[in-house]
Structure formats: structure tokens, C-alpha cells
């Protein structure tokens, strides 16, 4: 038997399980703790501070009082071989301690007890050993794994995009429908005119019937010959729509300056959930609304330059989006995105991404090749020497004229109010993750793909890559992973 533990959210599962069989059971505890190290598993999904789930200890101790006694036991054997195995670290031992100074640290738990962690992208789950779980990975390394995310393609693709389905059926048949890793059969099609042609011709049809999806819920007229460039997420800062919104707002003011300037007819699609209590992320939330009535109504815009925000984004609105979408946007700061999904949804549909090496990025990289994405920013060791060296956000606003100018518009233009500054102040005071280090790499990378969108089979091609790359994100890959690396399960023979 096998009980995964998917996140820190059901950590209680374990001091339950050995409470059922110490006093339901009769068994002893050597036998029971046996049992539990032998069963559980856990799955780490984030490096955020915040998702490491403590609890008051005087809390906890009132409302499960038993569960409290077994976890304080956990502890105090678990403390005594830290101590021992570290030869009387008393300093790792407090690190690595299950309750502490007053609060139950669940992820501890999770990982004492355990006899698989495993974060959800390789860069993800060296990150864990190295700074999160790092006095657990040193004395305990033979825990530490990875299984990099998938996602359930018979949706994100059969389902959500039957005329990319049939093409891909016409061509390789249906066996990739219970074996993604056959969309690799498809690379020989990359010299095809017909086919990148064919291909073409689906986007654009998905796209126009989006626009009509725009059109009915925004009101906003989008031109379906323009870049469909979509950022999806949850609204984080750790993601960086800010990035992408301080680029539009400075695009918008060089059209300004420059309203004959020959550029690619572009359309930004963003979709966002906030938390409640996320006030920050609700200020963002406006800005990206408020730079996006100036631009969408000016008339020397036309429709060269369009900026939607999706109302509710859920599933239901991401399947009729991602097969429309052209650019995926995967621009978290390195180092902090675990993994993402909606970068592999967004390429099996054929978007390319234009991302940082963040998360599963990396993996998507190793299966196109940078040459079929576009990549740009620091990598996690740029971002940690800086950190080292010290960060100084306004020095990028010092030394880059667009900068300047947009944050300067943000605090004294005519579209500026008190949530705008907020931002400004944000940006220039404190940016917690480096929007303006990475800013002018990532302007020059939209630059980039822009020249490369007026060649539409040099980006057919790509997107057909992408597309043919994107079988090892598949969910049954990570699935066969869980079940023979951890859960000793191997398939059923037919
Ligand atoms: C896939 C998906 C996500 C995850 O997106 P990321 O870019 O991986 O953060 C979030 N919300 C919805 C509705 C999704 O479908």
C-alpha cells in the first residue's frame, strides 16, 4: 500500500495513520512507525516561504490532542538520531525540528517521516535539496527524487483541439492518443510545406474563434492576424505579469513617439485569479485593466496593439484558449516557478514559449531546443549572486531611457493613481523578484520573436516541433513514474 502525500496539506495523515494502529490496532510503535515510513510519500510543490504550512502548537495541541502526543513523540525520536547521525549538531537539529519555538512545521513532518520527497521539475527538485530540504539532504539523500508534471493530454489536446487532433491523426495516426510519446513521428513533417502550411491554417482558425470569445465577453475587437501571446496563471508576483505589462506599456508609448513604427500587429491575452487577502496582486490586476482601456481606445493604435484580460480564467475558459494561443509566456523568476503546467498545455497546442530557464522550462528546452523557443533573463545562479552582490532596482530604472519613461508615467501620468505608484514605488524600492534586472533581456526576446512571427513557415515549423516535443509532458509519463520509482507499482500485464 502506498498514501501520497500531495503537498503539505495532508500531512496529518501520518501521525492519524500511526494513532490507528497504536491504539486501534495494538500494535507497538517500532512496528507502527515502520509501517508509516514504509507508506507514505510526499511531493513538494512550491518554494514559496508561505505553502510550507505551520501551525500554532498551542492550537493544535487543544483541538487534537492525541494527534499532538503522537507527533510530539515523532519528534522527540526523530530529534535524538538528527542528533546522533549530525554527531550533537544542535543547530541542525532546531532546523530539522518537527515542533519548534511554539509553531508544528508540517513539511518537516512530511519529510521525517517519508521514505520518498520529490519536488516536480529537475530543477525544482535540485532546489529543494540544496536550499529548502537541505539538512534533510544531507543526512538523509537517499529520500531525494524527481518527477517532473504532465498534463492530461487526451484533454489538452483531443478534447480541447479536435482540428490539431485530426491533423496529427491524419498524419501518424491515433496511436499518440494512448501514447504521447508518438507525437515525436511528426518530426519529419518540419520540411513539409503542405503540412507547416495546413498547421498554419488551424491556429488561424482557432484563433478567430477565440476572437469571437473576446469579442462576446470583452467587448474588444482583437485582429486574428495579430501574435496571440497569452499569459495564464494564477496572479503572483513570482510569475512577473508585471514584466509583461511594464513591456506593453512601454511598446505603447514608442508607438506614441512613433506612430508610423512598422510593427507586428500584437495581441495580449492575460488570464489571473488573485488570492483575496493578495492586495498587491489586485493592484496589478488594475494596472495591467487600466493600461489596457488607454491602449485598446486609441485610435492611433488601431489594431496594432491590443491588451485583453480574461475574466474568471479557469479550465473551462483555458481549453478554448489554448489552442489559440501563439506565444506562451513563462517568464517566472529563476528559481521560483516549481515546475508550471500551462507552459506544457500551451505547447502541445502549439505555442512557442518565451520564457525564462525556470521550472519545467528546462525541459522543454531540452526537448525543442533553444532554437524553437525563446529564452531569455537570469538563470538561478545569475539571480543568487546578485542577491549576494545586492540588488538595486533603481539602477535599471537609471540606466534604461524606456524604463525611465514607463515608470515615470506610472507615477505622474495622466493614467496614474495611488495603486499605479504603489507599483512604482514596488518596482523601484523594493522588486522582490528582479523585474527590472530582467527587463531589457526580455523586451529585446519579444523584439526577437516579433521578426520571427513575419515568417509564418519559420514559425509553423517551430510550432510543429514544439508540438512534436511535447509527448514526455504527457500525465501517464509522470503517473509511470510515481508508480515504478515510488509506489512500487508496475503496470498490469494484458
Ligand atoms: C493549468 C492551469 C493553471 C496552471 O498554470 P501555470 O502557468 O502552470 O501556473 C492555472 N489555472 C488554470 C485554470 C489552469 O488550467
Given at each position: 500500500m502506498a498514501i501520497h502525500l500531495n503537498d503539505t496539506h495532508p500531512v496529518l495523515a501520518i501521525p492519524e495513520f500511526m494513532r490507528i494502529l497504536l491504539d486501534e490496532c495494538g500494535y507497538g510503535w517500532d512496528h507502527a512507525w515502520d509501517l508509516a515510513i514504509r507508506t507514505f510519500a510526499y511531493t513538494n510543490h512550491t518554494v514559496m516561504q508561505e505553502a510550507l504550512e505551520c501551525w500554532a502548537e498551542d492550537l493544535f495541541k487543544e483541538r487534537l490532542p492525541r494527534i499532538y502526543e503522537i507527533v510530539c513523540e515523532i519528534n522527540r525520536r526523530f530529534c535524538e538520531d538528527v542528533y546522533n547521525l549530525t554527531g550533537g549538531n544542535q543547530d541542525m537539529v532546531n532546523r530539522m525540528s518537527i515542533v519548534y519555538n511554539g509553531v508544528v512545521k508540517m513539511a518537516n513532518l512530511a519529510v521525517a517521516t517519508s521514505h520518498s520527497v520529490n519536488g516536480v521539475s529537475q530543477l525544482h527538485s535540485e532546489i529543494l535539496k540544496e536550499t529548502v530540504f537541505r539538512d534533510f539532504y544531507h543526512i538523509m539523500p537517499y529520500k531525494f527524487k524527481n518527477v517532473t508534471n504532465g498534463i492530461a493530454h487526451r484533454r489538452w489536446l483531443n478534447q480541447s483541439n479536435p482540428k490539431l487532433a485530426d491533423f496529427i491523426t491524419g498524419h501518424i495516426g491515433d496511436g499518440f492518443i494512448t501514447d504521447a510519446s508518438q507525437l515525436s513521428r511528426l518530426l519529419p513533417l518540419t520540411d513539409d510545406k503542405a503540412a507547416l502550411e495546413e498547421l498554419g491554417r488551424i491556429k488561424l482558425a482557432n484563433k478567430e474563434s477565440f476572437a469571437r470569445y473576446i469579442q462576446k465577453h470583452n467587448g474588444i475587437t482583437v485582429n486574428p492576424n495579430s501574435i496571440f501571446d497569452v499569459q495564464v496563471k494564477r496572479l503572483h508576483e513570482y510569475k512577473r505579469q508585471l514584466l509583461n505589462a511594464m513591456n506593453i506599456l512601454v511598446t505603447y508609448q514608442k508607438l506614441k513617439a512613433n506612430p508610423n513604427m512598422d510593427m507586428v500587429p500584437h495581441t495580449w491575452i492575460f488570464g489571473a485569479k488573485a488570492a483575496p487577502g493578495y492586495y498587491f496582486a489586485k493592484e496589478v490586476i488594475q494596472f495591467i485593466h487600466t493600461i489596457g482601456n488607454m491602449i485598446n481606445n486609441d485610435p492611433t493604435v488601431g489594431d496594432r496593439m491590443k491588451v485583453v484580460f480574461l475574466e474568471n480564467y479557469r479550465a473551462t475558459v483555458a481549453e478554448k484558449l489554448m489552442p489559440a494561443a501563439e506565444v506562451s509566456q513563462q517568464i517566472s523568476l529563476a528559481g521560483t516557478e516549481a515546475s508550471g503546467t500551462g507552459n506544457m498545455k500551451l505547447m502541445i497546442n502549439g505555442a512557442l514559449t518565451l520564457g525564462t530557464l525556470d521550472g519545467a522550462n528546462v525541459e522543454i528546452c531540452d526537448a525543442v531546443?533553444?532554437?524553437?523557443m525563446f529564452l531569455f533573463g537570469m538563470t538561478t545562479p545569475d539571480v543568487e549572486s546578485l542577491k549576494r552582490f545586492g540588488y538595486r532596482p533603481r539602477n535599471y530604472y537609471e540606466h534604461n531611457p524606456d524604463l525611465h519613461a514607463a515608470i515615470d508615467s506610472m507615477m505622474y501620468g495622466s493614467f496614474s493613481n495611488m495603486h499605479i505608484k504603489n507599483i512604482a514605488d514596488s518596482l523601484l524600492n523594493r522588486d522582490p523578484y528582479m523585474v527590472l534586472a530582467d527587463f531589457a533581456d526580455y523586451a529585446a526576446a519579444q523584439q526577437q520573436l516579433a521578426q520571427v512571427y513575419r515568417d509564418p513557415m519559420a514559425w509553423n515549423r517551430k510550432s510543429l516541433i514544439n508540438i512534436a516535443g511535447a509527448g514526455v509532458f504527457a500525465a501517464d509519463r509522470s503517473i509511470y513514474d510515481y508508480a515504478t520509482t515510488i509506489w512500487g507499482a508496475g503496470p498490469v500485464s494484458k
Open positions: 531546443g533553444r532554437e524553437n
